[in-house]
């Protein structure tokens, strides 16, 4: 079958095992083909190929609801709802979503970017049908990985208690972005590596070839769930819940899915449906990852498996700028320590990790937990560092609220990937931590311009007694072998005040915005505002007296973002300045190139820049 024209799933249906395995081997060579021309989450989706499929043939999608946590293992579910034609588009400006994506179609039932919501949205969708007096089937699947989330366990306890069926797909690949830890794994292996495995599967068949329904599918389920619990089963989590289990699975069997999938969909009551699956499923590179790195994937070279975009010589991730200069302070001070929420290789702390294990904790899939954890490394006078990306570190506000910043503990936060980060969409862009940490008491919120100031502003964090938060974006810079030094907490830095202009921004568009300025001979002060909190009170008093007009440049929201804090500071000390700022709007940013979206937003340099030019030529 030719995979760009399918329609629908319905051809499902007449499908046979034979030909299932074949369209499996199909859609995996379009997937490894397509990814590699546009990048995106490759591993993840080669895996659940096979489940998918058997998905779309044992129930009816758009009218069971299908619910993929996180969602960027849903490529084989949009291929197969006749979304395959637009896979050159894929996480494209205007393109197809990596994700789950409801604008899409009424397939996608649910949106999301980030882990463990799946379960409690099921159970949501679960009880509104029942309510109504529908007839549907709500599935939820979730990784290994995402159940380490304490959502997912919320929404086990809940379901556990409920009445209202929900069919949980337990996606098993003992593989997240880095490896899995915790209890909570190590139950899991004990149920993959179940010796009960075997005679499942004939119980299951045995229980299907019965043409009788009702009691006798009935008791033949409670005879497959007790024959497991008198096994290893019965101290597993999912029983401890409340709720029936139906596994191990062999994740890449038509048969074994089948089965089992008809079994779920015919019981009464929620059930768990152990499926374990392969990532990276058909591609060798990914199949023998044993470190993530084929989770989310550049363009790449099929045949050889090499990434075609090359890091420049003599440039660092900022992710590995923060992580080696922390790495150095380590070694002269025996209370550091590095904290990652199932980040540890996309927060580049592998090195730290190396020399430094003991120091070294992944608290997996789980920000809540991390910050508090880090709280009380705090509070026992450790220095712990915790790495969490800008768009997951919303998930633990609260936390660094109340648990951090309330009692005023010296926790360094380094907030990865903030700003528009690009294809990944709405889920990820990292453009609302200036505004929602801005609010919080004793929080110092910092962004450096180049490589030197990080390791300033890390050293610096690192001698201070209050909770520091470091915002690095996504991509990389020109290392330096210079060492981090002391600065003052809140100064800026400028070009000088010889104009009667001047544009306040932050990050790696200071350097940038300045060469721009140099080049083209504007009239224009350049202010480096590399503490958004707290802000140079002693820089903005001397602007407010020697200039006309300040222009305020930057990348993330408006609300709640730099210029609302100097227009605050302002008014607080009734100075009438002409300010204009420059920044996103209240809406939230697609996917797309970050060059695309910066100019969609009006924020890419050249329009902010011809935009002044033309208003201090006209004045």
Known sequence: MKIETIKDPSFLKQYNVRQCVDLAADIRKFLIESISKTGGHLSSNL??????????????????????????????????????????????????????????????????????????????????????????????????????????????????????????????????????????????????????????KDDVKKVLSHDRTGQVLLQGMKNVRDSIKKGIIQDTIFSEYGIDYLGPINGHNFHDLFSALEMAKKHTGSIVVHVVTKKGMGYLPAQNDKFGLWHGVGKFDVVTGQSLSKTPEGMKSWSEIISDELTVLAKDDAKICAITPAMLQGSKLEKFAKQFPERTFDCGIAEQHAMTFAAGLAQQEFHPFISVYSSFL?????????????????????????????????????????????????????????????????????????????????????????????????????????????IITYGCDVERVYKKVVDNHLPLDVINARFMKPLDEECLLHLAKT??????????????????????????????????????????VEHGSIPELRKQEGIDITHVLETIEKEIHSS
Not at 189 to 196: H, M, T
Not at 411 to 438: A, N, W
Request: aromatic share 8%.
């Open 47 to 200: 895996g659940v190929v096979e489940l998918t499929i058997a998905l779309h043939k044992i129930f009816d999608s758009p009218t069971d609801k299908f619910i993929f946590d996180v969602g960027h293992q849903s490529y084989i579910h949009k291929i197969l709802t006749g979304r395959a034609s637009q896979f050159q588009t894929l996480r494209q400006y205007h393109g197809l979503s990596g994700f789950q994506k409801r604008a899409e179609g009424p397939y996608d039932p649910w949106e999301a970017g980030h882990s463990s919501t799946s379960l409690s949205a099921a159970l949501g969708m679960a009880t509104a049908r029942d309510l109504n007096h529908d007839n549907y089937h709500v599935i939820a699947i979730i990784g290994d990985g995402s159940l380490t989330g304490g959502m997912a366990m919320e929404a086990l306890n809940n379901i556990g208690d409920s009445k209202h069926k929900v069919i949980i797909i337990f996606n098993d690949n003992n593989m997240s972005i880095s490896k899995n830890v915790g209890g909570m794994n190590k139950a899991f292996s004990k149920l993959r590596s179940s010796s009960q495995y075997l005679n499942l």
């Open 547 to 588: 200039h006309e007009k300040l222009y305020i440049y930057e990348t993330d929201c408006k609300i709640g973002g730099l210029g609302s804090m100097v227009l605050t500071f302002y008014n607080d000390h009734q100075i009438s300045i002409p300010i204009q700022i420059f920044a996103i709007g209240d809406h939230f």
């Open 394 to 502: 919303q998930r633990c506000y609260d936390q660094i609220h109340h648990d951090v910043c309330r009692m005023n503990l010296p926790v360094i936060i380094g907030v990865d990937r903030c700003g528009i980060v690009g294809e990944d969409g709405s889920t990820h862009q990292g453009i609302y931590d200036i505004s929602f940490l801005s609010a919080i008491p004793n929080l110092i919120v910092a962004q450096p311009k180049n490589a030197k100031e990080a390791k300033d502003l890390l050293y610096t964090a690192s001698k201070t007694n209050r909770p520091f938060a470091i915002r690095y974006p996504r991509g990389t810079v020109e290392d330096t072998n210079e060492k981090g030094e002391l600065i003052p907490i809140g100064s800026w830095t400028t070009s000088g005040f010889s104009n009667k202009h001047a």
